[in-house]
């Protein structure tokens, strides 16, 4: 007879797959989790404490560094909700590069779950190429909005800048290379053996499941539920394009990186018909006072991330300060159904669980 006997262990937080500052306690019996806790707090911004000291001009580049990987879409969420509570009416050409640098964003963010989800897996040469894609992407991001990953863009009313002479044609041009590589991604990496080994059939969970968790995004949509905020509840002007929301019935990570590529491909088409019907001229902000002050009440508006429903509630006093802000982030409620996707699995099954989650710290203990 072995007797064995269990053993604690501490995941991160200084360790890569945990993709930040994040740590899990697994209680180990041999590579079996008997029970994992999850422990967050270790990069604790105070996001919502400090805006209430803040003109709601100068909130917005503190929504960059939540999601830093998807720094327009926050942008977006702020602005969405005082501009909703002002009830303003954004020029068009200013809607369209907000849909232009947020699908873009889009994009760029999956590249970087892909390439860093592979890397957990032991490939390295994803990692590379998603990389090299990626910065072509950030290039053109940092040319309209000045920085590399913290995109400060997004203004109440509109955005801080028209784009620079040829963007536009620059970002048509780069589309059909993204198809491309597309391609060479699913070549790379959906049919190999030892990748479909480490994530079919691990990490599954029920739709309902998925509903009771306050899951959102690729997590929910990979169990079969229908649900993208760009079609179910259109905001900006997503109703004008044509896409499709990729949903998969399995619920496990194989199904949660297949509905995260397909949507690299939605993203794309969506792309394909914005620079072809944007305006080519136009005002790019509203007409909005010079300090902000949206009226005495409250709202809550949602958008759809890379990391699913992020939700912005806003209290007003009609003064230039909101009275209390609040965030609903994806990759916190996300995270909630890691305890019990771990139990029962092996180690090697944490890395693959956690990586296809697919959380950014900077928004779980925001």
Request: charged share 25%; glycine share 8%.
């Amino acid at each position: 007879m072995i007797h064995t006997e269990e053993m604690l262990l501490n995941v991160g937080p200084q360790h890569p797959s945990t993709h930040g500052v994040f740590r899990v306690v697994v209680k180990l019996d041999g590579e079996i989790i008997k029970e994992a806790i999850p422990v967050v707090g270790y990069l604790h911004r105070g996001t919502e404490k400090l805006a209430e000291n803040l003109q709601y001009t100068q909130i917005i580049p503190y929504t960059d560094r939540m999601d830093y990987l998807s720094a327009m879409t926050n942008n977006y969420v702020i602005c969405h909700a005082v501009e909703t509570m002002m009830d303003l009416e954004i020029p068009e050409r200013a809607e369209y590069l907000r849909v232009i640098v947020m699908e873009l964003g889009r994009i760029a963010s999956h590249l970087v779950a892909f390439g860093t989800f592979l890397l957990d897996l032991g490939a390295m040469s994803p990692f590379l190429f998603a990389f090299r894609d990626r910065e072509m992407i950030i290039n053109l991001l940092n040319e309209i909005s000045g920085a590399r990953l913290t995109f400060n863009y997004m203004r109440v009313g509109g955005v801080k800048w028209d784009a620079p002479d040829g963007w536009i044609e620059k970002v048509r041009e780069l589309l059909p290379y993204l198809k491309e590589e597309y391609k060479g991604y699913h070549d790379l990496v959906t049919g190999n053996e030892i990748f479909l080994k480490r994530v079919k059939g691990v990490g599954t969970y029920t739709k309902e499941e998925a509903i009771n968790y306050s899951l959102s995004g690729t997590n929910l949509r990979c169990t079969g539920v229908k649900w993208d905020l760009r079609k179910d509840e259109p905001y900006s002007i997503y109703d004008r394009f044509d896409f499709d929301v990729p949903v998969r019935e399995e619920g496990d990570v194989y199904a949660k990186y297949l509905c995260r590529m397909e949507e690299i491909e939605q993203s794309i088409r969506i792309l394909e018909q914005a620079v072809e019907q944007i305006p080519s001229e136009g005002p790019i902000m509203a007409k909005t006072p010079r300090i902000i002050k949206p009226p005495a009440g409250e709202t809550f508006v949602r958008i759809e991330s890379p990391r699913g429903e992020i939700g912005c509630y806003i209290a007003s006093k009609g003064k230039k300060e909101p009275y209390r802000l609040k965030f609903r982030r994806p990759s916190f409620y996300n995270l909630q159904i890691l305890p019990k996707l771990l139990e029962g699995s092996t180690m090697a099954d944490l890395i693959a669980i956690l990586g296809g989650i697919d959380i950014v710290l900077g928004e779980v203990d925001g």
